[in-house]
């Protein structure tokens, strides 16, 4: 079974200033596809950035974007520039195209503060 | 585009009744619908994977005839929590993902219900 992990339970940044977080996971898979979902305190789930396996270049969405290192099982979120409106907490998602149909598998999230 | 709405936001209800929470896609149709449970500062909890017609998939641990799905449509699928205790009392969220049109290939999230027991 596949496996997501976010190893920052919660992570800060300034205004304006750059933030990675990190989400490693394992599968024996080849195809597949990486997500980032958001969520606020709203608790509304929102899509950020997703990113297919197939694909080396990194994916980029505005300020969003992420460092997918396929070999090593890596996809990084780095939001610049940051703004007030980011803080949430961040879910890294991961989805077999191979088995178990199109169900997600979640990480434990990120809870991203933002300081003004 | 990509929307999907959950009825209702909110719930109360009194131990021992059934409560239904419907799932709508707004802007397009829905060959999968995805029904999650999530605890306070906790990471969303697969319950079931339901098919337009036919029969839902429940993770394991999920009791299927407490928690009945029903996916009439490509754009409806609904959640009953039948005899309803204090320990369902939960934050429930749907997911969608789209047939055709917008990234076909992406789950869309309703807004969530939250469903407290007394």
């Known amino acids: 079974a596949q496996t997501v992990t976010q190893s920052q339970p919660e992570m800060s940044v300034q205004e304006a200033e750059t933030v990675t977080l990190s989400c490693t996971y394992d599968t024996s898979e080849s195809d597949y596809y990486l997500f980032w979902y958001k969520q606020p305190p709203s608790r509304q789930m929102i899509l950020v950035i997703r990113q297919e396996a197939y694909k080396q270049q990194n994916a980029t969405e505005n300020r969003f974007s992420v460092n997918f290192q396929k070999a090593a099982k890596s996809f990084s979120l780095k939001i610049s520039d940051s703004q007030l409106g980011d803080a949430a907490m961040y879910f890294c998602?991961?989805?077999?195209?191979?088995?178990?149909?199109?169900?997600?598998?979640f990480g434990e999230g990120t809870q991203l503060t933002v300081n003004p | 585009g990509a929307v999907v709405s959950q009825h209702p936001s909110r719930v109360i209800c009194k131990s021992g009744t059934s409560v239904k929470i419907e799932c709508r896609s707004l802007?397009?149709?829905?060959?999968?619908m995805f029904w999650y449970r999530q605890f306070p500062k906790k990471s969303l909890m697969l319950m079931a994977t339901?098919?337009?017609?036919?029969?839902?998939?429940?993770e394991q641990g999920v009791e299927k005839d407490k928690f009945l799905i029903n996916h009439a449509s490509l754009t409806l699928s609904t959640l009953t929590v039948t005899s309803a205790h204090p320990e369902d009392s939960s934050f429930y969220i749907c997911?969608?993902?789209?047939?055709?049109?917008?990234?076909?290939?992406?789950?869309?999230f309703g807004p969530g219900t939250r469903l407290t027991v007394l």
């Open positions: 339901s098919n337009e017609g036919s029969k839902a998939t429940y």
């Open positions: 802007d397009f149709q829905a060959t999968t």
């Open positions: 997911s969608a993902r789209a047939l055709a049109g917008v990234p076909w290939d992406t789950q869309y």
């Open positions: 998602a991961y989805r077999s195209e191979q088995t178990s149909g199109s169900r997600l598998t």
